[in-house]
């Protein structure tokens, strides 16, 4: 925390050369208009800030919320009360969470600093998945669970808006937290098998809309379709099962949990969207923001529906998952994301080049999976021992 103010330092004047106080209030001034300007624009800035900014910046935001005002003593049932200093410290002294009971994203009254470090989060995940690809996103949402119970938060909400249905329209995955988002949710999947097409499962397109015919719309809560995911499977054919739902009028949900690293992946959202219908995609923080595992992100076109689908979560919630994001993003800035990426794609050709030499010399071969922008094979032949 910084107290020294433009009276502090005039005093300050008394002990040690102006000159000196000078240097020392213009590289305060320096961190203050970072500061500012991310208030101001709420976007990720072109370079990454130091770690004695982004701390500094965060117990500035910590001494905002009541628990930590001078002085106070907290009566009420939510003071943010912490027995450990250890425990403190680890969280910067931001103990309120995130939202109040009946929406994750409400501005908490004892706690400015925490409200606003969730709302900037969520400015700086936009902003990352418009740079990623997806351009025409209109909001999203940190949730402090993973991928799977973001899933499920997201079918509650569709099951307001369709109460009749019974059914999700699931292309095959083997993924259990995908299938058990389904049934947790209170629905029934309808596995679709996929189709082989030279070395890749690909989307049985047909098929889908057959069972979409079987089964009647009305009665189907949503198509579940899935960007990123293990060779040989390919990622699902978004693009043609978006133009089923906006056929069809049915809500679809794109699991893209490994694929906001993934220009690939970001650009079938981007052309499903532009062509049919996407209500929500959802991807892990864990996976493209290189933090602890406990968030996850729900983003979509219509700013309404994600309001929405972040008032299904019950009461308050950690603020652990925006922290470690909010930090992780400022420390890296547009360049240092945009490095990642590029380090993704030569890597991801680099270990594709090694165990297509690997397998070549044992007489196997690299399965040719180009749909699958995340994950390679390779074939193995049985040999008996």
């Known amino acids: 925390m910084c107290v020294m103010n433009a009276s502090n330092f005039s005093v300050a004047e008394a002990l040690v050369p102006s000159s000196y106080i000078r240097q ?9 208009n970072q500061v500012r300007q991310l208030l101001e624009q709420r976007k990720l800035p072109a370079e990454g ?19 930590n005002f001078k002085g106070n003593v907290g009566a009420g049932e939510r003071e943010a009360r912490i027995a450990s200093d250890l425990v403190a410290h680890r969280h910067f002294r931001l103990g309120h969470g995130v939202g ?19 709302r900037l989060t969520n400015c700086l995940v936009l902003d990352i998945i418009k740079l990623a690809g997806v351009r025409s996103a209109a909001a999203c949402v940190l949730l402090p669970v ?60 047909e098929a889908i809309e057959a069972k979409i015919c ?12 899935t960007t990123s995911c293990f060779a040989p499977r390919a990622a699902d054919r978004v693009v043609e099962l978006a133009n089923l739902c906006k056929k069809y009028d049915i809500p679809h949900v794109v ?13 079938l959202i981007q052309e499903a969207h532009r062509t049919g219908r996407i209500d929500a995609f959802i991807q892990s923080t864990d996976k493209n923001f290189l933090v602890p595992v406990g968030g996850a992100v729900v983003a979509g076109f219509d700013k309404q529906v994600i309001d929405e689908i972040s008032q299904t979560y019950p009461g308050r919630a950690s603020a652990t998952p925006s922290i470690d994001v909010f930090i992780t993003l400022l420390s890296l800035g547009v360049a240092g994301y945009r490095k ?32 699958n922008p995340i994950s390679v094979g390779e074939y193995m032949a049985c040999t008996a021992l």
């Open 24 to 32: 020392a209030r213009d590289a305060k001034t320096s961190r203050e």
């Open 340 to 371: 990642l990426l590029a380090q993704r794609k030569d890597i991801y050709e680099y270990l594709s080049a090694g165990l297509l030499s690997l397998a070549s010399s044992h007489g196997e071969r690299l399965l040719q999976t180009k749909n």
């Open 146 to 205: 993973a991928t799977g119970m973001s899933l499920v938060l997201t079918f509650l909400y569709l099951r307001t808006k369709r109460p009749k249905a019974k059914y999700i329209i699931w292309p095959r995955i083997d993924q259990k937290s995908c299938f058990k988002s389904m049934v947790t949710a209170g629905f029934e999947p309808v596995v679709v098998e996929n189709v082989m097409e030279d070395d890749e499962l690909r989307t049985d397109v």
């Open 49 to 67: 800030w130091d770690g004695a900014t982004i701390d500094g910046f965060l117990h500035d935001l910590a001494m905002m919320d009541s628990n």
């Open 255 to 267: 699991n893209n949990a490994y694929g906001l690293q993934s220009s690939k992946c970001m650009h």
């Open 100 to 118: 109040r009971s009946g929406d994750i994203t409400a501005i908490q009254p004892k706690a400015a600093g925490s409200s606003i470090l969730m």
């Open 214 to 225: 079987e089964l009647g719309s009305d009665t189907i809560l949503c198509l579940h379709s």
